[in-house]
């Protein structure tokens, strides 16, 4: 741990000049900085903290969310989130029981400051946001602390068993609840103590989407959506998408980047390519062959518009994206090489023909043009099929009645009150 503390102190002026620059820039405000330093106004008194990296771990413990404040009328959530988008997302709920901060970075004054401020009475994380000095001071401070969906991939563990924190990491845990069994496994064999263990839930396998409010009017089996996408990967799909409507003029492309703040960026990008684009947060009709879904809180719109749904960060170095979501809106899945974050429900798309991997462009691209409107309800159908074994039997609510039983004596705190 004292290697860990050094490391992270000598990187510390660097990821502050980072932090200043992106200030500079517009990227964020002086308030963000000031939230990332473990600042910014107080939370209420006693609320439980809970974090998700980003757009995607928060989407999928919504339900665990919307679960424990009805479990609990008198509970209230600090939210932190590595990006300012996903801050925007859970602030878009209009929750009056959910504060919304950015996460304080793992430097030990800096964490101590923030459960100074906001005195938290537990810490719930989502999936794999293993920060050891935050770990360690919470538990330090007596607060209990729950992984929801946690997942750890096996080059992870390798590293973890490396630096040799993986005991004393694991030894702050009070409650855990693995995405995988691979994943349980993993952690268990860092030292995670047998009785902290809950059962197996995937969370993303659980979030149900809003109901479509406003879909494209364009013909569903020609329209393909390339969703969540990343830096890199738009370059491949539009590269894919032109050479496809060389032979199918008809096709259309809903783009819906992974952070809508690379709007301008993705833009270029269409243009570069050839291809005309409307973009959604100017309220540009969508008469253009690509429409640049640069908007949070949409995605059933686009999930409901598309016969093909493209998955993103599939083919940039960021294990993929959910397959459970487009899929259940009755979307054909395509996908790129990099699944680990959801490797069981890839695997189970695959093995069922409900998914197609393409390795590059030119595979995409032959997809693209050749999967008529039949494959593709075909597709949908075994995803169902495929997929089922892999929802969650008890769902959002089992695992919120286990986590507060566990919580149940950090949670007896005095009514929430602001400061």
């Known amino acids: 741990m004292l290697a860990y503390r050094f490391l992270i102190a000598l990187a510390f002026p660097a990821l502050l000049a980072g932090l200043v620059w992106r200030v500079l820039r517009g990227q964020e405000g002086t308030a963000d900085l000031a939230q990332r330093l473990g600042g910014g106004l107080y939370a209420p008194h006693g609320a439980v903290w809970l974090h998700a ?3 995607g771990e928060l989407t999928s413990a919504r339900p665990l969310i919307e679960t424990l404040l009805a479990r609990r009328p008198d509970l209230h959530l600090l939210i932190t989130t590595n990006t ?13 029981r959910i504060t919304t901060r950015l996460a304080p970075l793992d430097l030990r004054w800096i964490v101590r400051r923030f459960l100074e401020r906001h005195e938290p009475a537990a810490l719930i994380m989502v999936e794999n946001e293993l920060w050891p000095n935050r770990l360690r001071l919470t538990a330090e401070a007596g607060l209990p ?10 080059g992870s563990a390798r590293n973890w068993q490396k630096i040799g924190l993986g005991p ?10 693995a995405q995988d069994a691979g994943s349980e496994a993993r952690f268990a064999a860092l030292g995670l103590p047998r009785d902290r263990i809950l059962p197996v839930m995937n969370l993303k396998g659980s979030v149900t989407l809003a109901p479509p409010s406003a879909p494209l009017d364009w013909p569903r089996g020609q329209t393909v959506l390339a969703a969540s996408t990343h830096e890199g990967e738009e370059t491949l799909i539009l590269e894919a998408f032109r050479r496809a409507r060389e032979r199918v003029p008809e096709l259309r492309l809903i783009l819906a980047p992974r952070h809508p703040r690379r709007s301008g960026e993705v833009a270029e990008l269409v243009r570069k390519a050839g291809l005309g684009v409307a973009i959604r947060s100017k309220g540009e009709a969508p008469t253009q062959p690509v429409y640049l879904a640069d908007t949070l809180g949409e995605m059933s719109n686009w999930y409901a518009s598309a016969g093909i749904c493209v998955i993103g960060g599939t083919f940039a170095p960021k294990g993929g994206h959910t397959p459970f979501e487009p899929t259940a809106q009755g979307a054909a899945v395509l996908h790129g090489p990099d699944i680990s ?12 023909g409900a998914a197609v991997l393409v390795q590059d462009a030119a595979a995409l691209a032959e997809t693209l043009a050749t999967l008529s409107t039949e494959e593709q309800a075909r597709m949908a159908q075994a995803a169902a099929r495929a997929l089922a074994p892999l929802s969650p039997e ?8 286990r986590l507060l039983e566990r919580f149940g004596p950090a949670l007896a705190f005095p009514p929430a009150k602001g400061r």
């Open 145 to 154: 602390i729950a992984f929801v969906g946690a997942r750890m991939s096996e």
């Open 168 to 177: 004393e990491v694991m030894a702050t845990i009070s409650a855990f609840s």
């Open 53 to 55: 990296a980003s757009n």
């Open 394 to 401: 008890g769902g959002p609510g089992e695992l919120a009645d």
């Open 84 to 96: 300012v988008s996903a801050q925007d997302l859970a602030a878009s709920w209009r929750e009056r």
């Open 341 to 352: 974050n959801f490797a069981d429900a890839f695997t189970a798309l695959d093995t069922a």
